[in-house]
């Protein structure tokens, strides 16, 4: 009974040091998850500005611009698939690899190649394990993506919607992000990125029915949207990075609250069975004593006959 006893108490201690560790990484995922809102909504008014600026040389010129204009019939597209360098963080990553599985099976309905470009470690392993093609990866930022990371993953998008599907362009680009809803929600979504959907543009950032003001374009409209476009590109998969961080940062915050919950269910259930064990380790051992002092009873009176 004694070896018992012990084994629960091993368990029970080893149970507290996980606990201690979930605990410490549940505060330092929710004291990120405040920095990577603030980040987000400080990037937000320069995205919008962006987009209405894209937005009024597209629309205020007759320009057919190759980011803008819609291909008549596709054969390839691009996807950027967003995921994080760490575990630890529950369905994060695999709820984003299943939302871009879902899209390539999409695509490929549509009669389109996909080439698939990676961010983060989680999915550059899961593509790696399957033996799938992956045309581009980036890892090391994921937590705390700056916008220097943003250019480095546009720069190889754009040159490839900039070259024809011929030479090993495409003609589409999307992205797989997890959006931020709030602490407890995070959904992993997906959007078509370029050629640009004008309306769709304009009604996502609240200027649908605005009179956008005329403009002179110089050097040419077609030199400005060659200037914006990337800027435009960039700054979207930049909003995209600090929305998956922050969504990174509450799952992480939900899995390790949760498995701390579980620590401290785990060691009450260890403690009540050690309690257990130890008060049938001291009847037994009262039995014994009480066995013992009955037999010499015993055979003190029996000498004494």
């Known amino acids: 009974m004694g070896a018992q006893l012990r ?7 080893a149970i507290t040091a996980t606990k201690k560790i ?5 505060m330092i995922a929710a004291s990120r998850i ?8 400080a990037s937000m008014p320069y995205a919008t500005e962006l987009t209405r600026a894209v937005t009024a040389v597209a629309t205020g010129s007759n320009t057919k611009h190759a980011l803008t204009t819609e291909v008549e019939a596709p054969v390839r597209a691009a996807i950027v698939l967003i995921t994080s360098d760490r575990g ?5 990553s695999s709820n984003a690899i299943k ?7 999409r695509l490929r309905g549509e009669g389109k190649e996909v080439d698939t470009y990676i961010v983060g470690r989680k999915g550059v392993a899961y593509y790696g394990f399957r033996e799938r093609k992956v045309t581009e990866s980036w890892t090391g930022f994921t937590d705390s993506p700056a916008y220097a990371d943003a250019k480095r993953v546009a720069a190889p998008l754009i040159e490839a919607i900039q070259t024809a ?8 680009l999307h ?6 809803v709030s602490m407890m929600t995070q959904n992993a979504v997906d959007g078509r990125m370029l050629p640009l959907s004008l309306d769709k543009v304009e009604e996502e950032d609240g200027a649908k029915g605005e009179i956008l003001p005329l403009f002179d374009f110089e050097p040419s409209a077609e030199d400005v949207l060659d200037a914006l476009l990337p800027r435009y590109v ?7 990075l600090l929305q998956s961080a922050a969504s990174e940062h509450a799952a992480r915050r939900r899995a390790m609250k949760s498995a701390t919950d579980n620590a401290g269910d785990l060691i009450k259930s260890l403690s009540r069975l050690a309690n257990a064990a130890r008060q049938a380790e001291i009847t037994q051992e009262i039995s014994e004593i009480v066995g013992g002092a009955s037999a010499m009873a015993d055979a003190t009176a029996g000498s004494d006959k």
Do not use: H
């Open 165 to 172: 599907t011929a030479e090993g362009g495409v003609d589409e």
């Open 22 to 26: 979930t605990k410490a990484m549940e």
């Open 7 to 13: 084994v629960y108490k091993r368990r029970i201690r």
């Open 175 to 180: 992205i797989v992000f997890t959006e931020f």
């Open 234 to 240: 960039e700054s979207r998969i930049y909003n995209a």
């Open 88 to 92: 630890l963080a529950g369905g994060y």
């Open 34 to 41: 405040v920095k990577a809102q603030r980040k987000v909504a």
């Open 99 to 105: 939302q871009a599985e879902r899209l390539t099976e």
